[in-house]
């Protein structure tokens, strides 16, 4: 037999010269027929061909998108031993592409099955179910050594999540801005879009001396020029607060719309602020709805719902149906979510008030770098409600808020700073005290003095008894002269009785 016609028949069998016509087709684009060439292949149990088809049909390549399609092909593969198709089973059960919700179960059982066979991205993606807490307690520390083993092999994205999570410190992990610049920096400088917006993350939400607004907007843009979505949303919200840049709301949408194009859920949900309170745009609550819907999952979208049915706009009032949205955005640790919480218990809408839980909320608000919650906080120190007034840490958080763009914070600022009639008042726990001992003292001093004057009354009427009668003396000139015992300076007493700090917990 002619040794042509042996290959071409061993090609046929195997799939191998359907895959390569596919792939020549797939490669001009021409997707209808590379689809027709790998099914022949993938139907021979020819292993790439599945991968390809899985592919094809989760993006509507081709054909018409079909997640239970795909979700057969990648099987196919991963039944075969290959790590790829095992992953790609595992993201579509994670993201609920089937199935209509996610099903994290079934997604950590792919993904250990894919990073035990080589796959750096299961690595990576295990991580981020610890980072994120899907179908896990949330915890950076064992997230953190799934990233690194992934960085170790190569995953371009995992130093960018190390980094963030040591931007972030929490779950585990002790906050530590250089650390965090150290995993992210290099990459960034090599021209990494994702290591480029971390290093416009870490830039800005930094604390420390290093903070610097100028340096997030450049890096936000160089990443959102090479179309990464999250820092497409970045630049939105500076061009919308004026950090970095001149506040300019047209700027802000157009940004916040590439993200939208770019699938960033955060930037759809942002959209929905623009038009629920009228940034740059005619508020139109519809159109805020409609945009927090197609948001989905987002934090901030999940809050800007809540809001709507917290205030009845656009929709019917609901306060159980606003807390239902906050809690789950607070859930994923949405700062906003937090501090509208706050705002339920420190107002009473539709729960008892209880300034204790708003502090609370609005500390975890502040803590997630909220800028309307480190405002809500710094006033609950200022004020002492729900715990002990405390100027110093007001004034603090009040700065941070107005650091982050928030003008609420630095009109109260300018406002306490420049006020003719209001004196600082930094009451420590010190000076709490000395309250309480001059309180003791002035409440000894009553006593005193009514003892002396009960002693005053029974010697006069001592005296008036003891008296040799005179019956040339007249009624007049009997009446005594009341006694002088001592004298009260007025400074010695407050001419008004302060009231003790109050520690709210209602």
């Not at 490669?27 to 099914?39: E, I, K």
């Not at 075969?80 to 209509?100: H, T």
């Not at 993904?111 to 299961?122: W, Y």
């Not at 405390?390 to 003008?407: D, I, K, P, V």
Request: net charge negative.
């Amino acid at each position: 037999m002619d040794l042509g016609v042996i290959v071409s028949y061993v090609n046929t069998r195997s799939g191998k010269g359907w895959f390569r016509k596919g792939e020549t087709f797939y490669d001009a684009q021409s997707y209808n027929q590379a689809l027709v060439y790998f099914t022949k292949a993938a139907e021979v149990n020819h292993t790439h061909s599945q991968l390809y088809l899985g592919a094809m049909y989760s993006q509507g390549l081709g054909t018409t998108k079909d997640f239970n399609k795909a979700l057969l092909w990648y099987t196919k593969a991963a039944e075969a031993g290959s790590a790829s198709g095992q992953c790609m089973v595992g993201v579509l059960y994670c993201d609920g592409s089937v199935g209509g919700k996610p099903d994290f179960q079934q997604a950590w059982g792919w993904f250990q099955k894919a990073a035990i066979n080589g796959d750096v991205d299961a690595l990576g993606l295990i991580g981020l179910m610890y980072m994120e807490g899907n179908g896990v307690e949330k915890n950076y520390k064992i997230a953190m050594d799934w990233f690194k083993q992934a960085a170790d092999k190569g995953h371009l994205a995992a130093p960018a999540a190390v980094g963030q999570m040591y931007m972030i410190g929490r779950y585990g992990v002790d906050q530590n801005y250089d650390e965090a610049e150290s995993w992210i920096v290099k990459d960034a400088e090599n021209g990494d879009p994702n290591s480029m917006y971390s290093m416009g993350l870490l830039c800005g939400l930094r604390t420390d001396s290093k903070q610097d607004w100028n340096k997030a907007f450049e890096w936000s843009m160089k990443a959102a020029e090479l179309n990464q979505s999250g820092a497409q949303y970045i630049i939105g919200q500076l061009y919308q607060d004026g950090l970095g840049c001149e506040k300019n709301y047209t700027k802000a949408m157009e940004w916040y719309k590439k993200g939208e194009d770019n699938g960033s859920l955060d930037a759809m949900a942002y959209i929905g602020v623009m038009h629920h309170y009228g940034y740059g745009v005619p508020i139109n609550y519809t159109e805020a709805l409609a945009m927090y819907q197609k948001a989905g999952e987002s934090g901030s979208a999940l809050n800007g719902k809540g809001l709507l049915y917290q205030d009845g706009l656009g929709v019917a009032q609901s306060h159980n149906t606003a807390m239902w949205y906050f809690e789950k955005a607070a859930k994923m640790d949405c700062g906003d979510a937090f501090n509208s919480i706050g705002d339920v218990y420190k107002y009473g809408y539709g729960r008892s008030i209880d300034l204790y839980t708003a502090f609370e909320n609005y500390t975890k608000a502040a803590e997630c770098v909220s800028d309307k919650g480190m405002y809500n906080l710094g006033l609950m120190y200022m004020d002492g409600l729900g715990t002990q007034a405390n100027t110093e840490m007001g004034l603090h958080w009040l700065r941070m808020s107005a650091c982050f763009g928030y003008e609420k914070a630095s009109e109260y600022i300018k406002k306490f700073i420049t006020s003719s009639t209001q004196v600082p008042r930094v009451v420590s726990n010190t000076e709490v005290d000395q309250l309480s001992i001059k309180e003791s003292q002035l409440h000894n001093l009553e006593e005193r003095l009514a003892s002396l004057m009960a002693e005053n009354e029974l010697l006069r009427k001592n005296i008036t008894s003891n008296e040799p009668k005179d019956t040339n003396v007249s009624a007049e000139d009997k009446k005594p002269e009341p006694l002088k015992f001592f004298e009260i300076q007025k400074e010695d007493i407050p001419t008004e009785k302060k009231e003790p700090i109050k520690f709210f917990h209602l």
